[in-house]
């Protein structure tokens, strides 16, 4: 059975996380030198390269999986500590979690609150399309992540976290501007939407859905905040599909109108969490 030197595994992690060799080592407290001999050592182990040696410094399928498993036994060695020296000094536990933009903006972090007011915990959000947040658990980047897909990845547990509703908004003046005689195929062909950034199909689906209009028909702004959604439309600048919770007081004021009330996009939503999760982790999960 391969046994792994978990300081080979801690170079590559170092190497990946700091895009340098020479920062790795200024990390780990070793030479640049020393760094080099560990990956190739790491390599020679398994008989195959895990890193491209490029710019950026890309991580191949093999270190992928390597770095993975070093991730999670570095979990679950900050969740057996403070069982086993519970007086011995803390330090913040860290916590990496893959999240869709909309679930920050909305419910995401009202639900963490209390696990980080009473913990000691470092908190780094990974902030990715609701599609493509799974990979940073395959990546081994993230321990939990929010995502659209149901089934969950091997050695991963998956459940139902609910779904969100969205819906089509704009500002009056935009409506009066492009939409007058409603939403026609001509109209949305010239009126500007919104999308999170090119993995977000979402309004594409949408329009597709409900009027048979392809993407390459019509134009949108592309916006890597959710917050900015609301901005935008509330500007008159854009119409977009925004989370009804996000927008309660918007819709209720006026300044935004929902466009097609009898149309929505409900979208489900999952929290993938490891298997033998422990410790802090469970409590997330």
């Not at 819906?167 to 109209?187: C, M, W």
């Not at 119409?239 to 209720?252: G, V």
């Amino acid at each position: 059975m391969m046994k792994f030197d978990y300081k080979l595994l801690e170079a590559l992690s170092a190497v990946l996380e700091q895009q340098s060799f020479e920062q790795a080592a200024a990390k780990l407290f070793i030479t640049q030198s020393a760094v080099s001999q560990r990956i190739k050592l790491l390599e020679e182990s398994i008989g195959q390269p895990v890193i491209v040696r490029s710019q950026p410094i890309r991580v191949t399928s093999a270190g992928e999986k390597l770095l993975s498993h070093y991730k999670m036994v570095r979990q679950l060695e900050n969740a057996l500590v403070p069982d086993l020296l519970p007086d011995a000094p803390t330090k913040p536990v860290k916590i990496a979690l893959a999240v869709n933009a909309d679930s920050i903006a909305t419910w995401f972090l009202d639900a963490i609150a209390p696990i980080l007011k009473h913990n000691l915990v470092e908190l780094d959000l990974i902030v990715r399309n609701e599609a493509k947040t799974v990979e940073k658990l395959r990546s081994g980047e993230a321990v939990g992540a929010v995502t659209s897909q149901k089934k969950p990845l091997p050695g991963y547990q998956s459940f139902e976290l609910g779904a969100m509703e969205f819906i089509l908004v704009a500002s009056p003046d935009f409506k009066q501007r492009y939409f007058s005689d409603g939403l026609t195929k001509q109209a949305l062909r010239y009126a500007p939407g919104i999308s999170y950034d090119p993995n977000d199909d979402m309004h594409v689906r949408f329009i597709f859905k409900h009027f048979k209009i392809e993407s390459r028909d019509y134009y949108c702004h592309s916006v890597g905040s959710s917050q900015a959604f609301v901005d935008l439309a509330k500007k008159g600048i854009a119409y977009c599909l925004i989370p009804r919770l996000q927008i309660k007081d918007e819709l209720a004021s006026g300044e935004l109108i929902n466009l097609c009330p009898d149309k929505t996009s409900i979208e489900k939503l999952y929290w993938h969490s490891w298997v033998l999760v422990r410790g802090i982790n469970k409590k997330l999960s």
